[in-house]
């Protein structure tokens, strides 16, 4: 068993299920709500305690019934919890609009007292960080922290994982410490400039996120798949289905956990990727995030069909 550690947000989810987004000023009727568990980070961390990796999570929570469900959460799917918990502020939580035609999302997020996470908890937590074989960070907490934590897991060996999500502008030098970077196709045109809707305009992105300093570049492709660029490969990973698309909310942070937990273990990083592919490709065919994360021996059932 390898350990992944986690620095990232929990958010409650609010889900509502319509033909299509409302307007400003304009109110429709929906088809569905449900409320359940998500947030980047605790949804990585979720997927790879589930794809078989000891887990740990660093984040905040407040002291409210949304930090009951993070805790609740966790527990179920074996993710130790390194977090401080405060009431002064909220657990975050996230509006999701799900179009049901297609399972497509658009999503707000509010990350509450996890918008705090300062360089203290990641210092607070530095050994934590250098324990682990996989650490892997988002861009839902202060960019502050994400590059401190990123610093600490390089400075020992760990191998790091940014996964630049939300997109947004990174500092200088943040890209040239990530082991592994993991933009979906929109955020790798956000970090490129350059246009990511076919396999061929991944090889470019992943070039060029290369030459800005990562060592390897992920780019998940949707129902594409996923394509690895290293220093001396070049990889388009299909995608695995494991049957039809009910939502696409999740995905990414599917892929990215059960990625994480494959190279905890070891894994070759093709292999990896693969491993990530069918997590994600399970997830999509269930409602909701951390709920759709599949088991271990899920996975590897869908991996063995070929």
């Known amino acids: 068993m390898g350990r992944v550690v986690v620095l990232g947000v ?6 509502y299920r319509a033909d299509r987004s409302p307007k400003l000023g304009e109110t429709i009727m929906g088809h569905s709500f449900a409320l359940g568990p998500g947030g ?9 305690a589930m794809a078989g990796a000891e887990t740990h999570f660093i984040s ?19 993710v130790h919890a390194a977090v401080t918990q405060h009431s002064e502020s909220y657990t975050g939580a996230a509006y999701i609009f799900i179009e049901a035609a297609t399972g497509n999302n658009a999503i707000i997020v ?72 993991t933009p979906n196709e929109s955020e790798a045109e956000a970090l490129t400039g350059l246009p990511v ?27 594409k798949g996923a394509l690895y660029q290293d ?12 049957g039809p698309v009910v939502e696409t909310t ?30 994600a490709g399970i997830s999509v065919t269930r409602a909701g995030t951390a709920p759709s994360m599949p088991s271990r021996a899920e996975i590897e059932a869908l991996l ?3």
């Open 10 to 15: 929990f958010v409650a989810d609010t889900s």
């Open 40 to 48: 980047k980070g605790s949804n990585q961390a979720v997927a790879a």
């Open 60 to 78: 905040r929570l407040g002291k409210d019934p949304f930090a009951d469900m993070a805790l609740a959460t966790w527990g179920r799917a074996g």
């Open 110 to 181: 509010c990350p509450g007292v996890a918008g705090t996470i300062s360089v203290d908890d990641i210092t607070s937590r530095a050994g934590l960080i250098a324990g682990a074989d996989v650490f892997i960070v988002q861009l839902e907490q202060p960019m502050e922290a994400a590059v401190l934590a990123l610093q600490t897991a390089r400075a020992a060996g760990v191998r790091t994982i940014l996964n630049p999500a939300p997109a947004a502008p990174l500092p200088a030098g943040m890209v040239a410490l990530c082991g592994y970077i």
């Open 197 to 223: 809707t076919t396999v061929d305009e991944a090889i470019a992105a992943a070039t060029a996120l290369r030459a800005m300093g990562a060592g390897t570049a992920v780019i998940t492709l949707g129902d």
């Open 231 to 242: 220093a001396e490969r070049t990889v388009h990973v299909p995608v695995i289905s494991a």
């Open 250 to 279: 999740g995905a990414g942070d599917a892929f990215n956990g059960g990625f994480a937990a494959a190279l905890s273990e070891g894994m070759d990083p093709i292999a990896a990727v693969r491993f990530g592919c069918a997590t």
């Open 304 to 306: 063995a069909r070929g």
